[in-house]
């Protein structure tokens, strides 16, 4: 049955790959974005995907009374929480700032919509973690502003019903390339990125460090595709408005650990060199799947390759259009 969810965030990245899978899977996404990292262009796409037109609500989520009124007079089924500062170095920077937004936000959501919500968090909360797979019940470590405001958040939906709580784990790949994905030339946000940066200017990359506990002494991380993690958001938004079983929380990952340098292998197109520890850098980050897997039926599709290759045919036209 065709439902209207609510996609805060849902002109950015992640969250313009989810609306695109809403409308794929016959629902109706209502979207909120300050628009601060997004195009007017993406929402132009994303409404011509659909004969129902997709409302657009171009507002701060910090400003309440703002939220209030768009909601007002917006039915809608469920919500899917995107929205917010995702960049964990620059947290470390500007820790208020991201605990204000991050933080601030989430409340407001959590107050004003009295729907099944799904909240995208992040793996970033479990911190430094030696299991091999990492487990929802792991200990929460988080080492960066951005991860705290992100367990804060996890927090505030205590004792709620029909929640689902997304941790996902390092996400890339694109969509349509020409549209979805990244509108700018930011500062890079993670370390694919930061390889596409470099090998777009003829520079070296540097990975920090090569004497983590690891095949090859450099860290480990679970790379997952966006394409990948918007079908599990709808999947979870479906299965959060069909039950009511309170709050309940899933990691989504590839299942697997790729190194640093492996990534770099993979990519294919950097020269790359070995530097110091960067502080806060977590040794191992690969998701345990098997839960969302026996309770969603949920399991990643797009190989790591094809994501490296989506995204760098993303950041290349974004860049050759400067």
């Known amino acids: 049955m065709q439902k209207k969810v609510v996609v805060t965030g849902g002109l950015g990245y992640t969250g313009s790959h989810i609306c695109e899978e809403l409308i794929r899977s016959g629902h109706t996404p209502i979207i ?32 309440i009374s703002g939220l209030h009124y768009a909601l007002k007079y917006s039915k809608y089924d469920g919500v899917i929480h995107t929205a917010g500062y995702k960049n964990a170095s620059a947290s470390l920077k500007h820790p208020q700032k991201y605990f204000q937004n991050n933080i601030t936000s ?16 992040s793996a970033s909360v479990y911190g430094d973690n030696n299991s091999l797979s990492i487990q929802e019940n792991e200990p929460l470590r988080p080492k960066t502003p951005y991860a705290y405001s992100k367990r804060v958040s996890e927090e505030m939906f205590y004792d ?45 990359f540097t990975i920090n460090g090569k004497d983590y506990n690891s095949v090859d002494g450099t860290p480990i991380r679970d790379f997952i595709d966006v394409r990948d993690l918007a079908k599990a958001h709808v999947v979870a938004i479906e299965d959060a408005m069909r039950t009511n079983l309170g709050v309940r929380t899933y990691n ?50 797009i190989p790591i390759q094809d994501s490296i290759n989506s995204a760098w045919k993303r950041y290349r036209m974004i860049n050759e259009n400067i």
């Open 32 to 63: 909120i974005d300050n628009m601060e990292h997004s195009k007017m262009e993406t929402y132009n796409y994303l409404n011509n995907q659909t004969s129902d037109g997709i409302q657009l609500h171009r507002i701060d989520l910090r400003n």
């Open 252 to 301: 989504v990952g590839s299942g697997s650990g790729t190194t640093i340098l492996e990534l770099a292998k993979l990519f294919g197109k950097v020269q790359y060199q070995f530097g110091k520890r960067m502080k806060a850098d977590i040794e191992r980050s690969v998701a345990d799947i098997s839960l969302i897997d026996a309770d969603l039926g949920w399991v990643p599709n």
């Open 160 to 204: 709620m019903k029909s929640v689902i709580i997304l941790r996902y784990f390092n996400v890339i790949g694109n969509g349509d390339h020409i549209i979805l994905g990244e509108h700018k030339n930011p500062n890079a946000k993670n370390v694919l990125y930061h390889m596409f940066k470099s090998a777009w200017n003829f520079e070296t």
């Open 106 to 121: 989430t409340l407001n959501v959590i107050t004003e919509c009295k729907v099944p919500i799904v909240f995208s968090s």
